[in-house]
């Protein structure tokens, strides 16, 4: 029998299933969405790194992660907001294809929010001496000893938000493609045009 899913050939459940799977990937560890490959620069210096979701706002139509304010992308986002992500899941045999617009915050109520949900654990990578990507003569976390051996206390761990920063990106177009053996879909959500979906050759 032919595969083929329930959504296969119906943009309105196209878009349900892009928005469950960006949403389970906010909390789910496991998702293959909580991790996409973020893209940014210009026409001189384009760089992509991956990032970890930390929201996904299907009604005001935006994603975001969390960053340190000292790495290398933040100026890039800063001065070219265009980005792109690439999220894939190997299981949903889904690829989703966002282009968005970038805002840095910093020192703000959504940065306090993203900052009071962020756990111990995460806090340290955000306590680090020098920024990430400074040079350094030897292998090394950047981190003090204590933090390494997570011997810090929260109230410790709060020296690390001057250095953290919330990404939040509005998109702009969703691509989806499918890969299916009876022959493969693929369409496009444009964001900035009322959602209109249009079909493309996969």
Known sequence: MAEQVSYYEDPKE???????LLTQAVTSRTSNFRTPVFICGNAENIDGRVVVLRKADQQNSFIQFHSDLRSAKIPKVKSNPNCAFLFYDKEEKIQVRIKSTCTIHQNDEITKEAWSKTQHISRKCYLVKDGPGTLSETPTSGLEKKY???DYTKEESENGYKNFCVVRCKIKSIEWLYLAAKGHRRGIF???????????VP
């Open 14 to 20: 196209i878009e349900k299933k892009i928005w469950e």
């Open 148 to 150: 390494d051996s997570f």
């Open 190 to 200: 444009d964001l900035e045009n009322s959602k209109k979906f249009t079909w493309l």
